[in-house]
Structure formats: structure tokens, C-alpha cells
């Protein structure tokens, strides 16, 4: 816009031309972007350039940087404030010499509103009056600096006192997620001296971010829902995708955030606005917007980083599904960063249990398929077998029918016939064969047993959650281990003592509970074995060695699994490791020390329960799973 445009008539312009470059000081006229849309004849002589060279400029295309931050920042005053000024300045002309001028500025508005600043110029230069100049300057420089570094101790202190709010809070350990963001917004909003900050998170499709928490500190109220559109604001998502920190001084000429001026900004009077995005898992799932009202500001990095950290912990409420997890997570922050090197030994050795506990999984789960596969191979002949055996004893029974009825009736039958019935004890076979049929359906049905048995404690890789009969699953492990358990012409064996209670069906990981009982029971065996080796037959037979499993119900909504023997016991200093990863007390190649690690990982975490171990010393060893009749899943966070 040239600045006779505000001007309408074509004579007023000369008239109003002719005055102003009649006038011996130099006049110039500047827009609200700071560039000259007019100057007087004085003026270009004073500057010594052409008018057509001066004429939509700023003063940082003709002084130093130093000079034009001077005069860019008075102009901006009179913007601003609206008042008149007048100061004495250095500057350096054309020829390179520095003068003393007295500037004059005030401020001037069109029909339209825009906004101009009309300026004299008046040379008072003299050698001590520079010096009185530069003195005032460098005086007003020092109290700027001391000003500013004043400015940055109080945000510093701000920042501080904000974060130390956070840590210490128990708010970001409360179960209700809305009353951690409103708090977090809350320390945001006075940590940062801001009028508003909200917390926006990502919709479910991407397609847009929603407002979870506004905080107004002025109204010192919370509201919540809005949304934003991918599609009505792209420049701004555009740059949130790109830019870890936005950071706006000006809402309503940078490219990033004018899309709002219209709707938002400016009915809301916002001029400056610092957002920051949330990362969480690898990704951005929202964003944490303050924004400031009145006049224009200028975000430091201090105020940034303060931000940034703000956003990490609105990161750790919303992956904190509960108290316990936000509690842990606040304070593995907090330890991270006291105890750096520490938690990279941890995480080594997390990683390390981690691995073999896969393997270890990924063994179980093809020892299950390999169960699986014979059980399912050996199911098809036996169910043959024992689906002929019936018909096979009805014909039979029919043959030996017909046989006595020839008995009967031909009762002296020819000598071959006679020799033959002797040859083959005719008598003996019809007592026999019935009894040889019976033995075989017998031993189809203990086969049929096993492969059931077999089927059974095979799903230790089925990760489906149901309903189950747990004395199901401890008679199939009971039922695999019974060759260890049975007495053999050199051992007296180990004898099962169950005392059941009256069970309803258990919500649970049925393979994952076998395994739990396999490795309990096969630990009870190896220890009862070990002790019999070194007793006499008489010790034995006096005192058996014996394995005793109870279930009961003990409340409304928990059962408890006590499995005991009565072997030596195990030593406190033992007991106190027993579910420690990779501790064992066996040989090398007889274990792993993984076993009672991932039972206890299994009833703890998979299932929300109790794993405990009771013993003392020649006193035997109990072990006691209490487990939930019933689990509450979470959606967001599935048992593995």
C-alpha cells in the first residue's frame, strides 16, 4: 500500500507532497511490516539513495543489524503501545561516519484500520554528544541484559518448582486419568505463565486430534471434546508431523497456525502459541498446545525443553493403565535419571531373562504340538480297537452259543472233530476267550486314558482364556508323571494323596496351569527321590515318601491350589531365591533354573494370583497357588 492512498483526492496529494518535501528535516512514513512507503526529498539526501531505492525497504537493508534491532524495536513500541516517541540514537550514513539523530514518531491509522508510523528526523550530533549517546545505550544494554537474565531465572524457577510438582505429585498416581491430565495442565499453565494449555490426543483413524483436557487458568475450568480436522487444518498438522516443538510469536501471519486465525485465534484473542508433540511407542499420538494471550511473545528454549517435558509426563499417564504402573513408571523416570548406568545393567539382564524365557516358552510350546500330534496319532487306532471290541465280544459270545448248542444236541460228534476239540482245549479256550476280551477293552480303555491325559496337558501353547475344570488339569499332569510316581522292584514309589474341593469351573490359560503343575510336581518328585537314595528300605516303608494336593474355595471370588510333600524341606536362604530366573539347585543339563521363574511369572502376572512357597527345614515344602475364579481383562493391555 503506498501511503498516499489514505489520501483521496489527487490534488490533496500534491498539496500534502509539496509540504513535506518543502520541510528541511526528513520525514518518512513506515507501514506495520516496519517498511518505508514514503520519504521526503530531505530524507533521501540525508540517507544518499534515490527515493525509487528506498521506498519499500527497512531499515535493515541500509544500517548494521545492531542499529536497525534499535530502531525496529522503537518502531514496534509505537505499534504496540500507540503513544508517541521520541529518542536520541546513533546512526551511521552512507559515507560510513557516526551521527547523533533525534527521532520523532507517531502513530497514524487509515479509514481501514492499517496502521502507519510517520517520522522526523533532526541531526544534533556532536563528538560528546555521541559519547553521551553511546554511554546511555551501553547503560541501557547492561539493564536489559541484567533484565532479561532476572526474566530467565524466574522461568528457570518456574520450571523447577513445576516439574518438582509432577514428580512429587500422588495426582499422576490417581486411577482416574482425567484427574492426572487436569492436573498436569494445571502445573503447565503456571510453570509456563500461560493462559491456556490442553492436551490433544490422535483420533483411533488419524484422521484428527481430540481435546481430552483444556485448562483456562483465568476461569480456573477444565472443559474437554473438541476436535480438529486433518483436513480443514493440513498446513499445522502438516508441521506436527515434521517439528518436534512449534513454536509461534505470531499466530496470525506464521503459515503453521494462520489457518486458525478465523475460527479460533482471534475470537479467542490469542497472538502466540508453543505446542509440543506426545510420542509414545514409536509413533505421535498427540499433541500439548499452550497458548498465550494479548500481546506477541517470543518463546525461549527454556521454555521448550520445560514443554517437552511437560509432554513426557502426559506420555506416562496415558501408558500407565493404573496406580501401580504410573507409580512405576514415575519413578523408573525419576531413577533414570539418577542411576543411568545401573538401569543399562538391569535392561541387559531383563533382555537376557526375556530370551530365555522365549526359548523356554517356544520349547513348552513344541513339546504341546509334538503331545499333541502322537495323542491325535494314536487316538485314531485305539478309538478303532475299542469301537470293535464290543461287536467283537457280541460275535464271539454268539459263537460260543452255537458251539454249546452243538454240544448239546450232537453230544458224540466224529473222531476228527473230537481230536481237534482235544487239541485245542475246547473247555479252556470258551473260559478263556471271554476273559482275553475283557483284558483287551481294559487296556483300551487305560490307552484311551493317556491319549485324553496326554490331549489334555498338551495346550500349553493355547493362549485362548476359558473356563476349565481345574482337577482336570492336575489328574492329566499326575496321570503323565505316573511312571515316576509307581513303585518299581527297587523303589517303593510316591504315593498321591488328593483331597479335592468342590470346585466350580476356573477362568484361566489351562495349558499355561499345566505347566505351572508339571514343574512344581516334577521339583516335589526330584526332591523326594533324592532324599529316598540316601535312606535305607526301612526308613522308607516307615515313613513313605508322600504328595499331597488340596483345593478349596477361600473367598467369594479365589481358590487356592496346595500342592506338599514331605521331603527335606528347603533352607530359608534357598526359599528366598526359589523364583529368581536362572537360580537352580540341580546339575548341569538337569535344569535350567527357568521353571519356577515362569510358574510364578504365569500365576503373578498371566493371572493375577499368588505363587508362595512354605518350608522349613526336615519339615517338607508346600507350594500355594491362589488364583482368581474369575479375571478382568483389560482391552487395551492383553495377558501374554
Same mark, same amino acid.
Given at each position: 500500500?503506498?501511503?498516499?492512498?489514505?489520501?483521496?483526492?489527487? %490534488?490533496?496529494?500534491?498539496?500534502?507532497?509539496?509540504?513535506?518535501?518543502?520541510?528541511?528535516?526528513?520525514?518518512?512514513?513506515?507501514?506495520?511490516?516496519?517498511?518505508?512507503?514514503?520519504?521526503?526529498?530531505?530524507?533521501?539526501?540525508?540517507?544518499?539513495?534515490?527515493?525509487?531505492?528506498?521506498?519499500?525497504?527497512?531499515?535493515?537493508?541500509?544500517?548494521?543489524?545492531?542499529?536497525?534491532?534499535?530502531?525496529?524495536?522503537?518502531?514496534?513500541?509505537?505499534?504496540?503501545?500507540?503513544?508517541?516517541?521520541?529518542?536520541?540514537?546513533?546512526?551511521?550514513?552512507?559515507?560510513?561516519?557516526?551521527?547523533?539523530?533525534?527521532?520523532?514518531?507517531?502513530?497514524?491509522?487509515?479509514?481501514?484500520?492499517?496502521?502507519?508510523?510517520?517520522?522526523?528526523?533532526?541531526?544534533?550530533? %556532536?563528538?560528546?554528544?555521541?559519547?553521551?549517546?553511546?554511554?546511555?545505550?551501553?547503560?541501557?544494554?547492561?539493564?536489559?541484559?541484567?533484565?532479561?537474565?532476572?526474566?530467565?531465572?524466574?522461568?528457570?524457577?518456574?520450571?523447577?518448582?513445576?516439574?518438582?510438582?509432577?514428580?512429587?505429585?500422588?495426582?499422576?498416581?490417581?486411577?482416574?486419568?482425567?484427574?492426572?491430565?487436569?492436573?498436569?495442565?494445571?502445573?503447565?499453565?503456571?510453570?509456563?505463565?500461560?493462559?491456556?494449555?490442553?492436551?490433544?490426543?490422535?483420533?483411533?483413524?488419524?484422521?484428527?486430534?481430540?481435546?481430552?483436557?483444556?485448562?483456562?487458568?483465568?476461569?480456573?475450568?477444565?472443559?474437554?471434546?473438541?476436535?480438529?480436522?486433518?483436513?480443514?487444518?493440513?498446513?499445522?498438522?502438516?508441521?506436527?508431523?515434521?517439528?518436534?516443538?512449534?513454536?509461534?510469536?505470531?499466530?496470525?501471519?506464521?503459515?503453521?497456525?494462520?489457518?486458525?486465525?478465523?475460527?479460533?485465534?482471534?475470537?479467542?484473542?490469542?497472538?502466540?502459541?508453543?505446542?509440543?508433540?506426545?510420542?509414545?511407542?514409536?509413533?505421535?499420538?498427540?499433541?500439548?498446545?499452550?497458548?498465550?494471550?494479548?500481546?506477541?511473545?517470543?518463546?525461549?528454549?527454556?521454555?521448550?525443553?520445560?514443554?517437552?517435558?511437560?509432554?513426557?509426563?502426559?506420555?506416562?499417564?496415558?501408558?500407565?493403565?493404573?496406580?501401580?504402573?504410573?507409580?512405576?513408571?514415575?519413578?523408573?523416570?525419576?531413577?533414570?535419571?539418577?542411576?543411568?548406568?545401573?538401569?543399562?545393567?538391569?535392561?541387559?539382564?531383563?533382555?537376557?531373562?526375556?530370551?530365555?524365557?522365549?526359548?523356554?516358552?517356544?520349547?513348552?510350546?513344541?513339546?504341546?504340538?509334538?503331545?499333541?500330534?502322537?495323542?491325535?496319532?494314536?487316538?485314531?487306532?485305539?478309538?478303532?480297537?475299542?469301537?470293535?471290541?464290543?461287536?467283537?465280544?457280541?460275535?464271539?459270545?454268539?459263537?460260543?452259543?452255537?458251539?454249546?448248542?452243538?454240544?448239546?444236541?450232537?453230544?458224540?460228534?466224529?473222531?476228527?472233530?473230537? %481230536?481237534?476239540?482235544?487239541?485245542?482245549?475246547?473247555?479252556?479256550?470258551?473260559?478263556?476267550?471271554?476273559?482275553?476280551?475283557?483284558?483287551?477293552?481294559?487296556?483300551?480303555?487305560?490307552?484311551?486314558?493317556?491319549?485324553?491325559?496326554?490331549?489334555?496337558?498338551?495346550?500349553?501353547?493355547?493362549?485362548?482364556?476359558?473356563?476349565?475344570?481345574?482337577?482336570?488339569?492336575?489328574?492329566?499332569?499326575?496321570?503323565?508323571?505316573?511312571?515316576?510316581?509307581?513303585?518299581?522292584?527297587?523303589?517303593?514309589?510316591?504315593?498321591?494323596?488328593?483331597?479335592?474341593?468342590?470346585?466350580?469351573?476356573?477362568?484361566?490359560?489351562?495349558?499355561?496351569?499345566?505347566?505351572?503343575?508339571?514343574?512344581?510336581?516334577?521339583?516335589?518328585?526330584?526332591?523326594?527321590?533324592?532324599?529316598?537314595?540316601?535312606?535305607?528300605?526301612?526308613?522308607?516303608?516307615?515313613?513313605?515318601?508322600?504328595?499331597?494336593?488340596?483345593?478349596?474355595?477361600? %473367598?467369594?471370588?479365589?481358590?487356592?491350589?496346595?500342592?506338599?510333600?514331605?521331603?527335606?524341606?528347603?533352607?530359608?536362604?534357598?526359599?528366598?531365591?526359589?523364583?529368581?530366573?536362572?537360580?537352580?539347585?540341580?546339575?548341569?543339563?538337569?535344569?535350567?533354573?527357568?521353571?519356577?521363574?515362569?510358574?510364578?511369572?504365569?500365576?503373578?502376572?498371566?493371572?493375577?494370583?499368588?505363587?508362595?512357597?512354605?518350608?522349613?527345614?526336615?519339615?517338607?515344602?508346600?507350594?500355594?497357588?491362589?488364583?482368581?475364579?474369575?479375571?478382568?481383562?483389560?482391552?487395551?493391555?492383553?495377558?501374554?
Amino acid at each position: 500500500m503506498v501511503f498516499f492512498d489514505i489520501v483521496p483526492q489527487q %490534488s490533496s496529494q500534491a498539496f500534502l507532497w509539496s509540504i513535506l518535501n518543502g520541510i528541511t528535516d526528513p520525514i518518512f512514513v513506515k507501514d506495520r511490516q516496519h517498511s518505508l512507503v514514503f520519504v521526503n526529498d530531505a530524507l533521501c539526501q540525508f540517507m544518499g539513495y534515490e527515493r525509487s531505492e528506498l521506498i519499500g525497504k527497512s531499515d535493515y537493508n541500509f544500517f548494521c543489524k545492531t542499529e536497525a534491532d534499535v530502531f525496529w524495536e522503537r518502531d514496534e513500541l509505537v505499534f504496540t503501545i500507540g503513544l508517541a516517541d521520541e529518542n536520541e540514537e546513533l546512526i551511521t550514513d552512507s559515507q560510513g561516519e557516526t551521527q547523533v539523530i533525534s527521532t520523532k514518531k507517531n502513530l497514524f491509522s487509515d479509514e481501514v484500520g492499517n496502521l502507519f508510523i510517520v517520522g522526523s528526523i533532526r541531526l544534533i550530533g %556532536s563528538k560528546d554528544k555521541i559519547e553521551t549517546v553511546l554511554l546511555h545505550q551501553t547503560v541501557n544494554k547492561l539493564k536489559q541484559e541484567i533484565h532479561e537474565r532476572q526474566e530467565t531465572e524466574k522461568r528457570f524457577c518456574r520450571h523447577s518448582k513445576a516439574l518438582q510438582q509432577l514428580v512429587q505429585s500422588e495426582k499422576l498416581q490417581d486411577d482416574d486419568f482425567q484427574i492426572a491430565i487436569q492436573y498436569i495442565t494445571e502445573v503447565a499453565s503456571l510453570g509456563l505463565d500461560v493462559e491456556r494449555v490442553s492436551v490433544w490426543l490422535y483420533t483411533e483413524e488419524r484422521l484428527g486430534i481430540r481435546c481430552i483436557d483444556l485448562y483456562e487458568r483465568e476461569k480456573n475450568c477444565h472443559n474437554h471434546g473438541f476436535k480438529l480436522s486433518v483436513c480443514d487444518f493440513p498446513r499445522y498438522f502438516k508441521a506436527l508431523k515434521e517439528e518436534q516443538v512449534i513454536a509461534v510469536s505470531d499466530v496470525h501471519t506464521d503459515p503453521r497456525t494462520s489457518e486458525f486465525s478465523a475460527t479460533y485465534t482471534t475470537p479467542l484473542g490469542i497472538n502466540s502459541m508453543l505446542d509440543a508433540r506426545i510420542w509414545s511407542r514409536g509413533q505421535v499420538i498427540g499433541v500439548v498446545c499452550c497458548e498465550h494471550l494479548g500481546t506477541e511473545r517470543n518463546w525461549t528454549l527454556e521454555e521448550e525443553s520445560f514443554i517437552g517435558s511437560i509432554t513426557d509426563f502426559v506420555r506416562l499417564v496415558i501408558e500407565s493403565g493404573d496406580r501401580k504402573i504410573a507409580e512405576e513408571a514415575l519413578r523408573q523416570s525419576e531413577m533414570q535419571l539418577r542411576h543411568q548406568t545401573q538401569q543399562l545393567e538391569e535392561g541387559l539382564k531383563e533382555l537376557q531373562r526375556t530370551q530365555t524365557q522365549m526359548l523356554q516358552s517356544e520349547k513348552m510350546s513344541s513339546l504341546g504340538q509334538l503331545v499333541a500330534g502322537v495323542a491325535h496319532e494314536i487316538n485314531n487306532p485305539v478309538n478303532f480297537i475299542y469301537g470293535n471290541i464290543a461287536p467283537a465280544h457280541d460275535y464271539i459270545q454268539d459263537l460260543l452259543n452255537l458251539i454249546k448248542l452243538y454240544q448239546k444236541y450232537y453230544p458224540d460228534p466224529v473222531t476228527v472233530i473230537q %481230536s481237534k476239540i482235544t487239541a485245542i482245549d475246547l473247555e479252556f479256550l470258551m473260559t478263556d476267550l471271554p476273559k482275553l476280551l475283557y483284558s483287551m477293552k481294559v487296556g483300551a480303555d487305560r490307552i484311551r486314558q493317556i491319549v485324553l491325559s496326554l490331549r489334555n496337558f498338551s495346550r500349553l501353547d493355547e493362549a485362548e482364556y476359558k473356563a476349565v475344570d481345574i482337577h482336570e488339569g492336575i489328574d492329566s499332569t499326575l496321570l503323565i508323571l505316573e511312571h515316576r510316581l509307581k513303585a518299581k522292584p527297587d523303589y517303593s514309589g510316591i504315593k498321591i494323596i488328593k483331597k479335592y474341593g468342590d470346585l466350580p469351573l476356573v477362568q484361566c490359560y489351562v495349558g499355561q496351569l499345566n505347566q505351572v503343575f508339571m514343574n512344581i510336581l516334577t521339583n516335589a518328585i526330584d526332591a523326594l527321590e533324592e532324599r529316598d537314595e540316601q535312606r535305607t528300605q526301612q526308613e522308607i516303608q516307615q515313613s513313605p515318601s508322600v504328595i499331597q494336593i488340596c483345593t478349596e474355595i477361600i %473367598s467369594k471370588n479365589q481358590i487356592a491350589i496346595k500342592i506338599a510333600d514331605n521331603g527335606l524341606g528347603i533352607p530359608e536362604k534357598i526359599k528366598q531365591r526359589i523364583f529368581d530366573p536362572f537360580f537352580t539347585t540341580k546339575p548341569i543339563g538337569k535344569g535350567t533354573g527357568m521353571g519356577m521363574s515362569i510358574s510364578y511369572q504365569i500365576v503373578t502376572q498371566n493371572h493375577h494370583g499368588t505363587l508362595e512357597c512354605i518350608s522349613s527345614p526336615d519339615q517338607g515344602a508346600a507350594f500355594v497357588i491362589v488364583i482368581p475364579l474369575k479375571q478382568q481383562i483389560s482391552q487395551d493391555y492383553p495377558i501374554e
